[in-house]
């Protein structure tokens, strides 16, 4: 009974990495049809790694969960 | 352009979101907290909002019901992570709110953003609007809303044609708001637009097609994708324009300027001339090829004094956004709807807004009753209706010469009685004119035909 909210918390936690992950690329979409938007993609693109490494090591803690 | 209120407590998101919001053309505010966004609400005025279930000082709803103690009327989006909550927050929607689930997406926003309001104004005003902006309940208003409502369910362009302030643009919002397109309406005024630039407007521009064209730009054809194009004074564009825009209408491609692929558009065209059909035939302004492209299904905008049903419920409405605006409480005197009724507005609906205004800024602050005791014409209308209007029909009813002839033995009042109703006929009923011709004033002339109508009324009528 006590590990559920554990496990819904992580769910919550890594929804938001992945959240940015999905409207950065989104961001990436639109700015890519913008000429000069080169810095702001490569920012984006880095982004999108930080977010991808915190959701992989949530993801990880959930493992260890069961 | 929106102004939109962001209000979420994860900084990274409302950093992204608000960037993809720019994007789509809004002008973009954002708010960690309730408190935050309570202060912005304070401050600015807001045409959205994107509000977060969960923020660190309370619930949105906590927000929801803020705004609506302030009767704002901006339009709410709830945005949530959780799925779970979906169905909740669907039980929540009306006219007033809908909802997204994160990760929002451009198109997403773009949709809620486009949520039109046609319904909504009948929350916060109790003036009943056809397609969300036509008000009249007048036989000539009935028979213009039957033909939008018929020809918004096709794809065919529309040409209006009316007086100059007779509401062109609010009928062709209205064929927009009717229709079941999903993109926007974009309007350009083509008697505004420099001739050299008309094709870059038109059509877009690459970047370096010409001096000054440091970046792309897109068209309004493209602008318009799946939505409506407002042409507005279409008669004013330059002959020598006229066949690239035929040749888009046709083949429902354009090319930018300095381009050399086509791009497909698809958007209705709806344009408006103020020159009737005749003026536009004989002084060769349009092309007879790009008549029969623009003017598929031609509307025509009743003027004003031919609606005069619509004048007194016009006149409140606009009462009611001035009261709105400053609020106050100020309320149309009957005197003030009688001397509104009877004038003749050749300067139409804008006129009639324009004489509302007057009398607002005039009105005694002391007092709720707002009086019209003179109606200023437009020196412009004025001189329209003498250059129109008087000669053709001077001839047969000058002032100095009336048709019927004078009896011996008729009393001074009944040739007075006589040469006002013939003034008057000779210029369409407009008060205004007809007492400058008299040589008396306008006011005058009301207390004449108050006097006749109150003696005779059978032969008045």
Known sequence: ?66 | MKTVLLVDDDHEFTTIAARIIEFIGCDVYTAGSIGEAKQWLADMRFDHLFLDFMLPDGSGLHLIDHIRSLKLTAQITLITGHPSVKAALASMCDEQINYLTKPIEADDVKRVLNTKTATHHAQSDPFERHFGCLIGHSPAMKKLVTMIERVAKTNANVLLMGESGSGKEVVAQAIHNASQCSGEQVSVNCGAIAKDLIGSELFGHEKGAFTGAINQKKGVFELAQNGTLFLDEVTEMPIEMQPNLLRALETQTITRVGGAKPIEVNCRVVSATNRTLAEIAQKNVLREDIYFRLAVFPIEIPPLRARPQDIPLLSEFFVHQLNDEYKTQYQLTEQAHTVLSAHSWPGNIRELKHCIHRAFIMADPDTTTLTIDEIVSSPFASAQASDNQVPPRAPATSATTPSAPVKVGETIEEVERKLIYQTLESVDGNKTLAAKMLGISTKTLYNRLNAYEQSTPEETK
């Not at chain 1, 590990?3 to 989104?26: F, G, W, Y």
């Open chain 1, 1 to 66: 009974m006590t590990d559920k909210p554990d496990i819904a918390t992580l769910i919550h936690d890594a929804r938001k990495p992945l959240n940015h992950i999905s409207m950065h690329a989104e961001l990436i979409k639109i700015l890519s049809q913008k000429p000069g938007s080169e810095a702001e993609i490569q920012q984006s693109a880095e982004d999108i790694i930080k977010a991808s490494k915190a959701c992989s090591e949530l993801l990880q803690t959930l493992m260890t969960q069961d």
